[in-house]
């Protein structure tokens, strides 16, 4: 599963974002900080509610408008330390890593729940089977 997330990904960022294998490389990095495929997700949403933006993460992972972040929201709920983490994983600098997450969270948390909640794995697995479908 994971050779097939990480087609997907880069797919699915590339066609989102414009800067391809950065960003791609970006969003491999989170789902290697906080997990596994099915659990980086719910990662992500823990961590924005922990910081008091659950509302905002829950806009991504809902059904209605997604609600915008910026670059010093996104500094403030991963820290300086995770920033560095993923900006050099993804041979980013710690502002061009925040100002990254910023537009790409917000999308690719959108595609992947497209029912308005994380799925389970093989849900997860079937969802990025039907993207690899169409992106690939």
Do not use: C, Y
């Not at 880069?10 to 970006?26: Q, T, Y």
């Not at 330390?81 to 710690?94: Q, S, T, V, Y």
């Amino acid at each position: 599963m994971r050779n097939l997330f990480n087609q997907v990904a880069g797919k699915m960022v590339s066609s989102l974002e414009g800067h391809g294998s950065a960003s791609a490389g970006l969003l491999q990095a989170l789902v290697g900080m906080f997990g596994r495929e099915q659990d980086w997700l719910a990662g992500i949403v823990t961590l924005f509610q922990d910081k008091g933006m659950g509302e905002t993460v829950a806009s991504w992972t809902g059904t209605g408008a997604n609600q915008p972040i910026s670059a010093d929201q996104v500094q403030e709920v991963f820290g300086t330390e995770r920033i560095r983490a993923l900006g050099e994983e993804a041979g980013l600098a710690p502002d061009e890593t925040t100002t990254a997450l910023a537009s790409l969270l917000p999308k690719v948390m959108d595609s992947l729940t497209p029912d308005g909640a994380i799925p389970e794995a093989d849900s997860l697995e079937k969802g990025l089977s039907a993207l690899a479908g169409k992106l690939l």
